[in-house]
C-alpha cells in the first residue's frame, strides 16, 4: 500500500485494506445506492485510512467499489489517540444508532456499555424476542445524549434491575401488553423513583390492580398519571410527589 500522506492514493489490492472492529458494520442498503450512483455518475469521494490500511472512513464506498471491481481511491491519516473521535464525527452525517455506540465502546473496552450490551443480551434471551437496546439504556443509565455519545455514560445496575423488575411485573399485570415499555413510561417512572427513594414498587403493583395506568405522550403527563395512582387512597406519610 502507498502510504504519501494528505495526496490522493490509487489501489485495486483490496486485501490492502481492513475495517476497525469498534466502527459499525456496512449496510447492505446504502451499499447496493452506492454502486448504483458510482455507476450513474462515476463521482467517488476518497476513503480516509490509516497508515496500517485501517478503513476510518468509507466503509460502504469501499463495499461498493470492491463489488464492482473498481479501484479505491484513498487518503492516509496518521492514527493517534483521537481516532475514534475522528470515526465518530465521520459518521455524524450517517446518524449512528444507539447500538452502534454501544458496540463501539464496548469493543473499545469501556465497562458501562460492555455492561449495557450484556444486559441487553441477557434481556433478549430472557423474554425471548427482540428488546431496542435504547430502553436497556434509558432503564439503566441516566440516559443524557452528549455524556452517552461520548463514552462517559454512568451505569446504574442496582437502581436499573428493580426499574426493570417492575416494568416486567407492570406488563403482567396487564395481560403482556408491551404497550408499558414505552420509552415515555420507563422514563417517568425512572424520574418519580429517583425523586421519591421511598418509591413501594410491590405498593404501586396493588394499586394498578384496581386501577388502570394510561399512557401518555408527554412525560409530565405520564409522570403525573403513576403519582395519582400511587397516592390513591395511600396513607398521608406514604404518598410520594
Not at 157 to 170: A, M, V, Y
Request: hydrophobic fraction near 35%; proline fraction near 2%; include cysteine.
Amino acid at each position: 500500500m502507498k502510504t504519501n500522506l494528505f495526496q490522493l492514493n490509487i489501489s485495486k489490492n483490496y486485501d490492502d485494506f481492513s475495517f476497525y472492529k469498534f466502527n459499525r458494520s456496512t449496510d447492505k442498503n446504502n451499499v447496493q445506492k452506492l454502486m448504483q450512483s458510482i455507476k450513474q455518475y462515476n463521482l467517488i469521494s476518497p476513503l480516509v485510512v490509516s497508515e496500517e490500511g485501517k478503513i476510518i472512513d468509507g466503509q460502504n464506498r469501499f463495499e461498493a467499489l470492491k463489488r464492482l471491481k473498481m479501484p479505491i481511491h484513498y487518503v492516509i491519516r496518521k492514527t493517534n489517540k483521537d481516532i475514534l473521535n475522528y470515526i465518530i464525527d465521520a459518521q455524524f452525517k450517517k446518524t449512528w444508532t444507539a447500538k452502534d455506540y454501544v458496540d463501539c465502546y464496548a469493543e473499545l473496552g469501556y465497562e458501562t456499555y460492555i455492561a449495557l450490551k450484556d444486559i441487553h443480551n441477557k434481556t433478549e434471551k430472557k423474554l425471548n424476542t427482540t428488546f431496542p437496546i435504547g430502553k436497556i439504556i434509558c432503564i439503566y443509565t441516566d440516559y443524557v445524549q452528549p455524556k452517552f455519545k461520548s463514552g462517559t455514560a454512568i451505569l446504574y445496575k442496582e437502581f436499573g434491575d428493580k426499574l426493570f423488575s417492575l416494568l416486567q411485573d407492570i406488563v403482567k399485570t396487564y395481560n403482556n401488553n408491551e404497550m408499558y415499555y414505552s420509552s415515555i413510561n420507563i422514563k417517568a417512572l425512572r424520574k418519580v423513583m429517583k425523586r421519591n427513594k421511598s418509591f413501594d414498587t410491590q405498593h404501586f403493583i396493588t394499586q394498578l390492580e384496581n386501577n388502570k395506568l394510561h399512557v401518555f405522550s408527554q412525560n409530565k403527563d405520564q409522570e403525573e398519571e403513576i403519582i395519582h395512582i400511587y397516592n390513591k387512597n395511600t396513607l398521608k406519610s406514604k404518598k410520594i410527589k
